[in-house]
């Protein structure tokens, strides 16, 4: 089966970087997931990470380590429409997703 | 633009009354999930389907059943609504060649009293 933790809240400065941790078991594995979700809004996909290592997409950079089950999403440079909840998730077999309950980022001024 | 919708965007219903949500895509994508959202819970998948005539459960399927006449729409009846169906509903598209990524709906709130 799958099992995701991740932190329920994370508060950070505007300008500042902020690490969100993942940690997840799974049965077989094909890849971890980020998504954004802002306050009554739906998810929106951010990265997948299928191989080990750090890819960077402008602000926001995923890690993955699969021998640690340990994923991480970095955000620099914080800006104040980065509040939000930061959701990890893993593949469940077809073509299913299994969610985290997902991080809920608080950008202070 | 291709896209996803949802309606109605916010229902309120009495226990005991069928509910149907309506999904509606353009995408032309053969997968298509329906998930809840509740506080401490994240998403939780209630039914998915592979394409026209093929509906699967999910881990919270109890309650509710989808049917899959078309590729476009995947609606979602809740056959005797209960107060713990009130909730978040998300419908969600993804294709079998690209399938890390899924396209949320808006989402419908639904309310049971």
């Known amino acids: 089966g799958q099992n995701i933790d991740q932190p329920t809240e994370m508060t950070a400065t505007e300008g500042a970087i902020v690490q969100i941790n993942c940690t997840y078991q799974t049965s077989g594995f094909n890849g971890l997931f980020w998504y954004q979700q802002h306050a009554g809004e739906a998810p929106t996909f951010l990265s997948y990470n299928v191989l080990d290592g750090l890819e960077e997409k402008g602000r926001f950079s995923s890690f993955l380590s699969r021998s640690k089950g340990y994923s991480y999403l970095l955000l620099k440079e914080l800006q104040m429409k980065d509040s939000a909840s930061y959701l990890c998730?893993?593949?469940?077999?077809?073509?299913?997703?299994?969610f985290g309950a997902g991080t809920r980022l608080f950008v202070k001024a | 633009d291709a896209e996803i919708t949802q309606s109605p965007r916010h229902k309120i219903t009495e226990t005991g009354r069928q509910v149907t949500l309506a999904c509606h895509q353009t995408w032309n994508h053969n997968n298509m999930f329906w998930y809840r959202q509740d506080l401490g819970h994240g998403l939780r998948l209630i039914h998915y389907?592979?394409?026209?005539?093929?509906?699967n459960k999910g881990e919270v399927s109890d309650g509710y059943s989808v049917s899959r006449s078309n590729t476009e729409d995947l609606p979602l009846t809740l056959e005797s609504a209960a107060s713990s169906q009130t909730s978040v509903y998300f419908c969600?598209?993804?294709?079998?060649?690209?399938?890390?990524?899924?396209?949320f709906g808006p989402g419908t709130r639904l309310l049971v009293l």
């Open positions: 998730a893993v593949p469940g077999g077809g073509f299913k997703t299994i």
């Open positions: 389907s592979y394409g026209v005539q093929d509906t």
């Open positions: 969600a598209s993804s294709t079998e060649v690209s399938q890390e990524t899924q396209y």
